[in-house]
């Protein structure tokens, strides 16, 4: 016996309904790219270098990301009973490992200018880190509401806010060099966005990972999912309870459950009573729940907790 939920193909995950503000944000990302990479160049300036670098990583993730809403809009069927909506948790991994490729290009250009520094354009490098800034304030307006709800965009919204400190790091060089001529100011500013970028891109793979390995929802506590299931009417016990997320906003929970004998013929109440507790309590949407009478034990085989 199962209950569950029909989701709108169209806009069945929580990234989906953003989708219009990563496209906007991913264009700006690409407009200020291009204008640091120039500025960079003429600057000779490796820290904007590194910071259109990290942009590029940026808009690549949220083209990724973009690409994950499309195919996990795509019909479910019989060979794919939940569709495409991992293809989201896949794009937030690879995202992670593009950062670590970046970050380790960044940190070996760094150590390289330290020993041979080149001469940097300071007015030029401030100039350009001031739109990067401004872009990246207006992204994380878009994406703030967004990232609340969905490890795509969470992903993208580190992007932009990580992006955002590194302008703020490039406008600290550019200033630094401008004022003093200290180019070693730009080199220092570069390790530093590197060292920023591994750690956030090692939190976005291990969420993702969490959600590949089908681990319990963040949040959520089994024991406590148990208790609410058991302080139902007529529930003498549950057991093989599963929980796991699909993509982020779509968790799915199985379990046994054992039901007094004098119930099974109202199962159907019964069902709904369990659905209203699993939805109103731990917002699962989708659930399938095998009711049994208490002498179903001896045929049931190996048990989970």
């Given at each position: 016996?199962?209950?569950?939920?029909?989701?709108?193909?169209?806009?069945?995950?929580?990234?989906?309904?953003?989708?219009?503000?990563?496209?906007?944000?991913?264009?700006?990302?690409?407009?200020?790219?291009?204008?640091?990479?120039?500025?960079?160049?003429?600057?000779?300036s490796l820290a904007l270098l590194a910071d259109a670098g990290h942009m590029a990583a940026?808009?690549?993730?949220?083209?990724?990301?973009?690409?994950?809403?499309?195919?996990?809009?795509?019909?479910?069927?019989?060979?794919?009973?939940?569709?495409?909506?991992?293809?989201?948790?896949?794009?937030?991994?690879?995202?992670?490992?593009?950062?670590?490729?970046?970050?380790?290009?960044?940190?070996?250009?760094?150590?390289?200018?330290?020993?041979?520094?080149?001469?940097?354009?300071?007015?030029?490098?401030?100039?350009?880190?001031?739109?990067?800034?401004?872009?990246?304030?207006?992204?994380?307006?878009?994406?703030?509401?967004?990232q609340q709800e969905s490890l795509n965009m969470r992903g993208a919204y580190l992007e932009?806010?990580?992006?955002?400190?590194?302008?703020?790091?490039?406008?600290?060089?550019?200033?630094?060099?401008?004022?003093?001529?200290?180019?070693?100011?730009?080199?220092?500013?570069?390790?530093?966005?590197?060292?920023?970028?591994?750690?956030?891109?090692?939190?976005?793979?291990?969420?993702?990972?969490?959600?590949?390995?089908?681990?319990?929802?963040?949040?959520?506590?089994?024991?406590?999912?148990?208790?609410?299931?058991?302080?139902?009417?007529?529930?003498?016990?549950?057991?093989?309870?599963?929980?796991?997320?699909?993509?982020?906003?779509?968790?799915?929970?199985?379990?046994?459950?054992?039901?007094?004998?004098?119930?099974?013929?109202?199962?159907?109440?019964?069902?709904?009573?369990?659905?209203?507790?699993?939805?109103?309590?731990?917002?699962?949407?989708?659930?399938?729940?095998?009711?049994?009478?208490?002498?179903?034990?001896?045929?049931?085989?190996?048990?989970?907790?």
């Open positions: 016996m199962g209950i569950g939920h029909d989701h709108d193909h169209a806009d069945r995950t929580a990234a989906a309904a953003h989708r219009g503000r990563l496209a906007l944000v991913c264009a700006m990302t690409l407009g200020v790219m291009v204008v640091q990479i120039i500025g960079g160049l003429s600057a000779g940026d808009a690549l993730g949220i083209m990724l990301a973009l690409f994950a809403v499309w195919i996990a809009g795509r019909p479910f069927c019989d060979r794919r009973t939940f569709g495409y909506q991992r293809a989201e948790i896949l794009a937030a991994a690879a995202n992670a490992l593009l950062l670590f490729a970046l970050s380790g290009y960044i940190l070996y250009e760094g150590v390289s200018r330290l020993f041979s520094p080149a001469e940097v354009t300071g007015p030029t490098m401030l100039a350009v880190a001031v739109v990067g800034l401004v872009a990246n304030l207006i992204g994380l307006v878009l994406l703030r509401r967004g932009v806010f990580s992006d955002l400190l590194s302008s703020v790091g490039v406008i600290i060089a550019g200033l630094v060099i401008w004022l003093t001529g200290w180019g070693y100011a730009d080199s220092l500013v570069s390790l530093a966005i590197a060292v920023f970028i591994v750690p956030r891109a090692w939190n976005l793979l291990r969420e993702a990972v969490h959600v590949l390995l089908e681990a319990v929802p963040k949040g959520m506590d089994l024991d406590e999912v148990r208790s609410h299931l058991r302080a139902q009417s007529g529930v003498l016990d549950v057991h093989d309870l599963h929980a796991w997320t699909i993509t982020s906003g779509v968790p799915v929970m199985s379990a046994h459950v054992v039901v007094d004998e004098d119930r099974l013929g109202d199962s159907g109440r019964m069902l709904d009573e369990l659905r209203d507790c699993l939805t109103g309590h731990f917002d699962v949407e989708h659930s399938t729940l095998q009711l049994e009478p208490p002498s179903h034990a001896a045929h049931e085989g190996a048990r989970h907790r």
